[in-house]
Nanobody, 117 residues
Framework: QVQVVESGGGLVQPGGSLRLSCAAS????????MAWHRQAPGKQRELVAR???????NYAASVKGRFTISRDNAKNTVYLQMNSLKSEDTAVYYC???????????WGQGTQVTVSS
């Protein structure tokens, strides 16, 4: 069964840090680029960061320099380290695999991140 499962969300104060984890099925992880998106209330889902199989990364301008995406190939897991969090980072964060060779993208169920004092 194909799975993408996020964990690590929660409540944090402005300026704080959180690390999100995303465990993916082996078949997905070995073949797909992985990404984190987020969706805040009343807003469209947006790309936060992505990482290719080889480890190349891209970030949204709003998080560049504060967030770091990485992947552990031994654990089939992608991480999103979030530092210097702001209230505007509050959203549901989703992990997904990107489509490859005709295989569709797979999405996790999402994890809530709330930045508030």
């Amino acid at each position: 069964q194909v799975q993408v499962v996020e964990s690590g969300g929660g409540l944090v104060q402005p300026g704080g840090s959180l690390r999100l984890s995303c465990a993916a099925s082996v078949g997905i992880f070995k073949n797909a680029a992985m990404a984190w998106h987020r969706q805040a209330p009343g807003k469209q889902r947006e790309l936060v960061a992505r990482i290719t199989i080889s480890g190349s990364t891209n970030y949204a301008a709003s998080v560049k320099g504060r967030f770091t995406i990485s992947r552990d190939n031994a654990k089939n897991t992608v991480y999103l380290q979030m530092n210097s969090l702001k209230s505007e980072d509050t959203a549901v964060y989703y992990c997904n695999s990107e489509p490859w060779l005709g295989v569709r993208a797979y999405w996790g169920q999402g994890t809530q991140v709330t930045v508030s004092s």
